[in-house]
């Protein structure tokens, strides 16, 4: 009976364990960007989110991560939005000598195989229900 407790015990306590390292699952977007001229894009993408909850049921903190660019290779892993609970968008700003170039969305799908960037940008922000009044 005791021997039946224990291995109980330790079955629930490597179950809970693991909850602990539990991460949400991620989606690579690897692609290489080029300037309009045609050059490599070199410089930083700031990369940024909301808080929301992944699809797992992970909570995913409000945050701003900055990704070094160099001679046009990105490569960066984020947790899937299109699944989320409550889909969302990452808002992502390039930035070149020293300004923002431009600013566009990316929505991210669940994918086991690299994505590109033209895999998950997207058109604009996602709408909101709430608006600004008029005037």
């Known amino acids: 009976m005791k021997l039946r407790n224990l291995r109980s015990l330790c079955g629930l306590l490597l179950v809970n364990v693991a909850a ?3 991460t949400p699952s991620l ?9 309009a001229d045609g050059t490599k894009f070199d410089g930083i993408i ?7 909850q992944a699809s797992d049921g ?3 903190a409000q945050q701003v991560l900055t ?3 160099a001679n ?7 947790v899937p939005t299109t699944n989320a609970m409550r889909p969302v968008q990452y808002k992502v700003s390039y930035n070149s000598n020293g300004k923002i ?9 669940p994918s086991l195989t690299l994505l590109r960037v033209r895999d998950v940008r997207t058109s604009g922000p ?8 008029p005037g």
Do not use: C, H, K, M
């Open 20 to 22: 602990l390292w539990a």
């Open 27 to 35: 989606s690579i977007v690897q692609d290489t960007l080029f300037r």
């Open 46 to 52: 700031q990369i940024e989110w909301n808080s929301f």
């Open 58 to 60: 992970t909570e995913i």
């Open 67 to 69: 990704v070094r660019v």
């Open 72 to 78: 046009g290779n990105l490569r960066v892993a984020l």
């Open 101 to 109: 170039q431009f600013t566009e969305y990316w929505a991210v799908p």
């Open 126 to 133: 996602s709408s909101s229900p709430i608006t600004d009044p």
